[in-house]
């Protein structure tokens, strides 16, 4: 009963900024799914502008054989092509896991304003972690970085899959 109120002002926290971030993730993690379900590590990307994606990637480094194929590459390329331009203005993007060393700087260098990530990642993490390559002030572009938005379900989904991966070889 008490929750008609929480409801409703949940749902309102939705459309307001922390919800859409949480959106934005949910969105991500739709991606990190298709890469599990192609025996790739599950990392998703999207990025949004005014509300629409622009981009979208999910790891495809196996599939394609390519070592840059992360999500966030796919994605920016993906929303470079829409924008018609190098420069990816005025958009967010949604990491379901913090980016290595080569996606920060693509993400600088697409002169992203906004990152959004689900979870850290302690082993190559770039934007705060090992490195702050998107915060760095020696660059000539700075990204606002927001972390923890839907880390739990990030996690898990990454630990599911190095687990049955585990599974696999024994
Ligand atoms: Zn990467």
Known sequence: MSDIKGEQSSQLANIGCAGGHEYGIELALEQAR????????????????????IGQGHNLKETLKDPTAHAEILA??????????????????????????MCAGAIVMARIPRLV????????????????????????????????????????LLEEFFFELRQKDT
Do not use: F, Q
Request: glycine share 10%; net charge positive; hydrophobic share 35%.
């Open 117 to 156: 990530i689900g979870t850290k990642d302690p082993r190559t993490g770039a934007c705060g972690s090992l490195w702050n390559i998107v915060c760095d002030k020696r660059l000539n572009h700075r990204v606002e970085v927001i972390t923890g938005i839907k880390e739990h379900e990030c996690r898990k």
């Open 76 to 101: 920016i390329r993906e929303a470079a092509r829409h924008e018609a331009g190098w420069r990816i203005l005025d958009a967010t993007m949604y990491v379901t896991v913090e980016p290595c060393p």
């Open 34 to 53: 298709k890469a599990y379900s192609k025996g790739e590590v599950p990392v998703g990307a999207v990025i949004l502008k005014d509300g629409v994606v």
